[in-house]
Nanobody
Framework: QVQLVESGGGLVQPGGSLRLSCAAS????????VAWYRQAPGKERELVAS???????NYADSVRGRCTISRDSAKNTVYLQISSLKPEDTAVYYC??????????WGQGTQVTVSS
């Protein structure tokens, strides 16, 4: 079974930046899509960004223009770079590997807190 481990979260001041990492125990090619979700307290989990096997990217309206999803296939890692962080970006961020055949794989999440 493939494992996903998120890292890079922490406490950041408004306007700052973070680079989150999602490391897979195996090659990323097993996933049709890798996505970042987030869940704030009292809210539903929402899709932030995704990248397909072929490299196409999608972003939520709330982060478009200040968010970049990327991957390093050699390191089996997907990154989420968020700039101009706002308090409303505070959430637990989860990495998800989607596969039409084998279903989804979720990481444990990494906490992002934007506060002064």
């Amino acid at each position: 079974q493939v494992q996903l481990v998120e890292s890079g979260g922490g406490l950041v001041q408004p306007g700052g930046s973070l680079r989150l990492s999602c490391a897979a125990s195996g090659t990323l090619t097993r996933f049709d899509r890798v996505a970042w979700y987030r869940q704030a307290p009292g809210k539903e989990r929402e899709l932030v960004a995704s990248i397909s096997r072929l490299g196409s990217k999608n972003y939520a309206d709330s982060v478009r223009g200040r968010c970049t999803i990327s991957r390093d296939s050699a390191k089996n890692t997907v990154y989420l770079q968020i700039s101009s962080l706002k308090p409303e970006d505070t959430a637990v961020y989860y990495c998800n590997g989607g596969n039409l055949v084998g279903g989804d794989t979720w990481g444990q999440g990494t906490q992002v807190t934007v506060s002064s």
